[in-house]
Structure formats: structure tokens, C-alpha cells
């Protein structure tokens, strides 16, 4: 299985803002984008004018690291939204919030989304009481995620939960930290949903 497996901090300062990939250290003054905002290399301090094509290749590589999913599955994604009966932006969106390892994350199991995924890979969640261990699974609405019992106790899921346990949840997800469960309710509306970017650069960019 294709992944990225170089310093994730790097992506954030290459995209010029914090993409909170790595969990707590984004939210100190330890994080690589606040002690240096600039593009990482050589000529990372180099003003350059961004055009049209560049904001849009910005704004589509933002949201791939955000969720952290490479090109030839975002692409898939981008077919498959344009199929989709509704605004391309708006499906393209869904299609990333439906992963089985994005939904881990928002439902606070997990300090990121990419200890969410390896949640998964390692067979530690449950769906409808089944476990699944593929990252990109699609949640359907009224499915329910659990953590299995033997990972309950382990220190980056409970510390996850301290620190989630006082944030609000997404409204089209349900949680209950005592049993450890949550519940994808519905698929999100777009205003719902944010995101450091314009979805509809990615839209213009793969109708070109």
C-alpha cells in the first residue's frame, strides 16, 4: 500500500499553513510552521507570483495532505463526484470525510488522522461490529465505529479522548467516550466543513 513517509511537517510549510498533521505538536510553538513559515529547500524563502494554475495546484494538494490520500485515489474521488448527482465540490468533499480514518479522527479517537489510519491498518476499529481495516472505507450514514477493547487503554487513544472530550463533535457524527462508540449519522453539508482552501480551484484544475 502506497503512503507518504517523509516528515509530515514539511507538507504543512510547503503549503504555507498548518495542516494539523501532527497532532499536539501543531498547537505548541515546537510546530515547524510557526519557527519557519516558509516553503522547506533551497529557494523555500523566495517570493514567487502565484498564478491561476498554481493556486489551484496549491488548493488541490492542500486538501490530498489534509486527509492524507494520494493522487491516483483523489482523482478516483474527483470522478466519482462528478457522477454524483449535486455540486462537484461538495461531493469531492464528502467522498474525503467518509473515510473510515477521517471519521475516527473527528470522532476524537485518534490525535490525528494519521494515527487514526494506522487504528485501522492494525485491525483495532470495529463497523456495525465488524472489523475493518482499510483506511479509505466508506461510512455510510447510520453506521457505528467502535475501538476494540484491547486498545481502549492505550495512551495516545486515552490522551485523544482527554483532549476531545471538551470539543464539540461534528453535528453528522455522534459519540460516546464511556462505551467508546460513535455513530456517522449523515453526510455533511458543505458549510460544515472546513478547509483551508478553495474546493473549487480543484474543480477548475482536473476540468481543464
Not at 510557526?34 to 496549491?58: C, N, S, V
Not at 463497523?127 to 483506511?135: F, L, Q, T
Request: hydrophobic share 30%; with cysteine; glycine share 6%.
Amino acid at each position: 500500500m502506497a503512503r507518504y513517509t517523509d516528515p509530515v511537517c514539511k507538507l504543512c510549510r510547503r503549503e504555507g499553513k498548518k495542516l494539523f498533521l501532527k497532532g499536539e505538536k501543531c498547537y505548541t510553538p515546537k510546530c515547524p510552521v510557526e519557527k519557519r513559515p516558509y516553503a522547506p529547500g533551497q529557494h523555500g524563502k523566495d517570493r514567487l507570483k502565484m498564478t491561476q494554475y498554481a493556486r489551484q495546484l496549491r488548493s488541490k494538494q492542500t486538501m490530498k495532505r489534509t486527509y492524507g490520500i494520494l493522487e491516483r485515489q483523489f482523482r478516483r474521488y474527483f470522478d466519482e463526484a462528478v457522477k454524483t448527482k449535486g455540486v462537484t465540490g461538495t461531493m469531492l468533499i464528502r467522498e474525503a470525510e467518509a473515510r473510515l480514518d477521517n471519521v475516527v479522527f473527528k470522532l476524537g479517537f485518534a490525535i490525528s488522522r494519521s494515527h487514526a489510519r494506522q487504528l485501522v491498518n492494525h485491525g483495532h476499529i470495529m463497523v456495525n461490529g465488524k472489523r475493518v481495516d482499510i483506511p479509505s472505507y466508506e461510512l455510510r450514514p447510520g453506521d457505528e465505529i467502535e475501538l476494540k477493547e484491547k486498545i481502549r487503554s492505550n495512551v495516545d487513544v486515552k490522551k485523544a479522548i482527554e483532549d476531545r472530550s471538551t470539543h464539540t463533535v461534528s453535528p453528522w457524527l455522534e459519540v460516546n467516550y464511556d462505551l467508546f462508540r460513535g455513530k456517522f449519522v449523515r453526510m455533511p453539508d458543505r458549510e460544515e466543513i472546513e478547509l483551508p482552501l478553495d474546493v473549487q480551484d480543484i474543480v477548475e484544475l482536473y476540468s481543464k
